[in-house]
């Protein structure tokens, strides 16, 4: 999996310039000072120095979201010194874990002690931090965004003092959960987590009317139920996905679905062409290769199909060298402030640009299909709204927006882009 990258050394806080980029190269910055706490005090440190220095501080995490998200040219920070597991509590299952941890690592201390997250994305390679209030999400239409198991987190604020969030203080919960860093550094999260669980995993090709005539019965029926819809046989290449045209029932190789299903199984582990059995954390992740750059909106669910053939329509008759396949999945509504699910049962539909052409009409038309609907888009990921329309689409933007400025009235944790939409 490609990270993102840096031209120098991670310093202590020197005020030094130097050139950072996301995982997939479209969003880079040069920061004036760059820093990589081990601790939480040094986390305070750091961001009380730089804004008493007048800096912006924002937290990259591990650099996995296509928008300006962690831009700054202030404190640049990692957080990949700060990992690991600060406390399990078996009776509530619960995991304490610090921001710097990435998905991957956590759950290999999960699986050990007999734990599993509620759900998960099909990349697993973020810090939790910066996944999880991004709106990251994975797939079942009775299943909630990833931040939606947060029930605990400090919060640096901008003097260098930490906030305690819980139940107890059920606003600030609820607003941090998805919050893209703007109400302070996250040094820690505590997690609600379930019992171990096995997930059996089948994959198989379907032709596009097929797909849309079983959908809703496999959001029902499976706990999990996507597909890549991939408008060409070179599609499926270009996400990595299996070739599984020997279970494709019309034997057509182009403009197919490829759907996969998973549920809890009690079944023995074992790994078959299409089908696998395995811990849960063991079966979401895809291999990706960082080829694409993604564009992802969370539609109502009751507008999914028709969203998803009209995305269609216009990728076969005026965008054919669209070539990456559409990828669609399901989430329930949520109570966060600004989740891109908040209170709405969602479909989510992404498309891709190909780095090194001009792909902006494409994504640009697809914006348009899609907000036509309603949609919210996955913040790090791209989109084209403004702050007019977080508005409109975001019933409780004013609230997060007066509560940000209360903790943070300078806006040290905004940058350009965030200053556009929660200013």
């Not at 669980?197 to 809703?216: G, N, P, Q, T």
């Not at 969203?307 to 060298?321: C, N, S």
């Not at 933007?397 to 350009?416: I, S, T, V």
Request: overall charge negative; charged content about 25%.
């Amino acid at each position: 999996m490609t990270t993102s990258s840096h031209n120098m050394h991670v310093n202590d806080f020197g005020i030094e310039h130097a050139h950072w980029r996301n995982w997939v190269g479209n969003q880079s910055c040069i920061r004036a000072a760059r820093g990589a706490p081990q601790s939480e005090d040094e986390l305070c440190a750091m961001i009380a120095k730089a804004t008493g220095e007048g800096m912006n501080v924002r937290v990259a995490g591990s650099g996995h979201s296509f928008t300006p998200v962690a831009l700054t040219n202030g404190l640049h920070l990692t957080l990949s010194q700060m990992k690991g597991v600060r406390h399990i509590d078996r009776e509530k299952r619960r995991v304490t874990a610090a921001a710097g941890t990435t998905i991957n690592e956590l759950v290999k201390v999960l699986k050990a002690e007999g734990l599993s997250m509620l759900n998960q994305g099909d990349i697993d390679s973020q810090a939790i931090a910066g996944a999880f209030t991004t709106g990251t999400h994975g797939t079942g239409a009775k299943l909630p965004v990833l931040a939606d198991c947060i029930v605990g987190m400090r919060l640096v604020q901008p003097d260098g003092s930490v906030i305690t969030v819980d139940e107890t203080t059920p606003d600030l919960l609820l607003a941090g959960r998805v919050s893209l860093g703007t109400l302070g550094a996250i040094s820690e999260m505590t997690l609600q987590l379930t019992d171990s669980y096995r997930l059996k995993e089948r994959i198989w090709r379907e032709d596009f009317e097929s797909a849309m005539e079983m959908h809703d019965e496999l959001a029902e029926k499976h706990r999990h139920f996507s597909f890549f819809w991939c408008p060409y046989e070179e599609s499926r290449h270009l996400y990595c996905l299996p070739d599984t045209s020997a279970t494709s029932k019309t034997g057509r190789t182009a403009d197919v679905c490829e759907m996969k299903v998973m549920d809890i199984t009690t079944d023995e582990p074992f790994e078959g062409e299409f089908d696998k059995v395995a811990y849960s954390s063991d079966v979401y992740p895809i291999e990706y290769v960082a080829n694409f750059h993604e564009l992802e909106y969370a539609v109502p669910r009751q507008h999914g199909k028709d969203a998803i053939r009209a995305v269609r329509k216009i990728m076969l008759e005026d965008f054919p060298d669209a070539k990456f396949p559409i990828e669609y999945r399901f989430t329930a509504g949520d109570e966060a402030w600004m989740s891109p699910f908040h209170k709405q049962e969602s479909v989510t539909v992404s498309v891709s640009g190909q780095p090194g052409v001009d792909y902006w009409d494409y994504l640009r038309a697809v914006d348009r299909i899609l907000r036509g609907y309603g949609a919210r888009p996955h913040w790090g990921k791209m989109h084209f709204l403004t702050g007019e329309d977080v508005s409109a689409i975001y019933p409780r933007a004013h609230d997060f927006r007066a509560l940000r400025r209360k903790l943070d009235p300078q806006g040290f944790y905004l940058n350009d882009h965030l200053s556009q939409l929660f200013r």
